[in-house]
């Protein structure tokens, strides 16, 4: 059982994720867009003393929030409206138990999906690197934050889960599109082998990752 740990009255429990090393969690008070971030040890199911260790108003949007190994990450955005709409979207990380907040990817424009959590490492999709009209599929190594692979998808291709199964990157749309290369006709789902394999297209609506 989590206890409150925002002054504020109005602050609640909005969502937490867990493993057998740590818990993390969000509180957030919907009617301010208030926001804060803590995380805790797990020891045969006994939370250690909650750290807070990040927090935002409304001119930032409800961290997503995921964990692995003995980190936990957030994906901190700005809002689509307010005073912090030019400032780069991030994934941050912590260990259990510790303060030290480290900054694993920044992104020039908003990240199409949330963190996914493949056990040791973290998929995200933000913008690429090169131009910010692209998304890139990343894979994120948990324990030391460097990037593993990542995959660039078409221009305007906006993916809305990104996962990373068998050594394959696994995305969604919610739209079909019509784009040569290999991915003509493609419906709400793909893969892409990790060097240069075939692409593969479920054509099923999804509702949750993979």
């Not at 700005?78 to 780069?88: D, K, M, V």
């Not at 894979?139 to 199964?165: F, H, K, N, Q, W």
Request: proline residues 4%.
């Amino acid at each position: 059982v989590l206890d409150g740990r925002t002054a504020a009255s109005a602050a609640s429990h909005y969502d937490v994720r867990c493993n057998d090393q740590g818990i993390v969690w969000i509180e957030s008070n919907c009617y301010t867009g208030e926001w804060s971030r803590f995380q805790a040890t797990l020891s045969r199911g006994v939370a250690g003393d909650a750290k807070q260790v990040d927090s935002g108003d409304g001119d930032w949007d409800v961290p997503s929030i995921t964990v692995a190994k003995s980190r936990a990450f957030w994906q901190v955005m700005p809002s689509t409206s307010g005073n912090a709409t030019s400032e780069p979207s991030a994934l941050k990380s912590a260990a259990f138990g510790s303060s030290d907040v480290r900054v694993d990817w920044q992104s020039n424009g908003r990240m199409s999906t949330s963190p996914y959590s493949t056990g040791d490492a973290i998929c995200i999709s933000p913008r690429s690197q090169a131009s910010s009209s692209y998304s890139q599929l990343t894979l994120i190594d948990a324990e030391s934050g460097a990037m593993r692979e990542s995959l660039t998808l078409p221009a305007s291709m906006r993916p809305l889960e990104a996962a990373y199964v068998n050594g394959r990157f696994s995305f969604t749309f919610d739209s079909i599109y019509t784009y040569g290369e290999g991915l003509a006709s493609l419906a709400r789902s793909s893969r892409k082998q990790r060097t240069g394999g075939q692409w593969f297209c479920f054509d099923r609506n999804r509702y949750a990752p993979d």
